[in-house]
């Protein structure tokens, strides 16, 4: 039987939220999110498990003219990835593959600008990373988050994601310590239809997450409770007999 379909991406980090509760409460967790569909996922679980939340930002090459086939993916610090298999099969050359490069790293560069600021990235040396993204086709911007990573040295690289390609899922437990995929459909068809609301996430909302994630949680001050001890100043004790003589009757 074929799971059901998702409600949101909100609903899919809940879900995936259960999954990693053994990271809850841990100090050395951070949870990185892939831009764009990846953050509102991402911040259910970094809430659920109160972790700080931030963005990894990585970028799809497609193939020209058939941009949704992803031949490879680039992420911050320089970091590529190629589907050589298929590069090979498609015989792109290397100046074909540089041309794409070339037209995505702006995009990359304006989303980082955009949604870090001034802001160094996050400090993952010695962490346990939780990469997430909305769900797994071919995983080439997920490859690329997760070589990247490697390169700042962390303890544990964990691989987090509501649906994906079986196979795809199955190849990142060589490329990740762990991996948590909530379906691996047979049939995946495309990442979207396993979701009822797949609507593109905008960089407005990007960004009103990821700030509200930087808040810090306003503390609520317990109510402070007196225990009455004595009588009240205005405590007559002879209209008091009165009244209790008075309700006897």
């Known amino acids: 039987m074929e799971p059901r379909r998702l409600r ?6 809940r879900l995936l939220a259960e999954q990693l509760r053994g990271y809850a409460g841990r100090e050395e967790v951070v949870v990185l999110a892939l831009p764009r569909g990846g ?3 991402a911040c259910e679980i970094s809430e659920a498990l ?14 020209p003219g058939h941009e949704e086939l992803a031949l490879g993916a680039i992420a911050t610090g320089g970091i590529r990835v190629v589907n050589r298999q298929l590069v090979d099969a498609l015989r792109m050359t290397t100046d074909q593959i540089e ?4 037209r995505e790293l702006p995009e990359l560069e304006r989303r980082e600008r955009l949604y870090r600021g001034d802001r160094p990235p996050p400090d993952v040396c010695g962490k346990t990373v939780v990469l997430v993204d909305d769900g797994l086709a071919t995983g080439s911007s997920m490859s690329a988050a997760v070589l990247a990573v490697r390169q ?3 303890a544990k690289v ?8 079986p196979d795809v899922c199955e ?3 060589g490329e990740a310590d762990e991996v948590v995929c909530l379906m691996t459909p047979k049939l995946l068809r495309s990442v979207g239809s ?10 407005e909302e990007v960004r009103e997450l990821l700030s509200k994630a930087r808040s810090p949680p306003a503390r609520r001050l317990p109510e402070a409770i007196v225990p009455m001890t004595g009588a009240p100043a205005d405590y007559d004790p002879v209209l008091a007999r009165a009244r209790d003589a008075d309700a006897s009757c």
């Open 171 to 173: 190849g990142f437990r």
């Open 8 to 13: 949101d991406r909100r609903e899919a980090g």
């Open 194 to 203: 396993w979701y009822e609301d797949f609507d593109q996430t905008s960089d």
């Open 158 to 165: 964990v691989v987090a994601v509501p649906v994906a390609d």
């Open 152 to 154: 700042d040295d962390p």
């Open 39 to 41: 953050v509102p996922v």
């Open 99 to 102: 041309a794409v490069a070339a």
């Open 50 to 63: 109160g972790a700080p939340l931030d963005v990894f930002l990585v970028r799809k090459l497609g193939v």
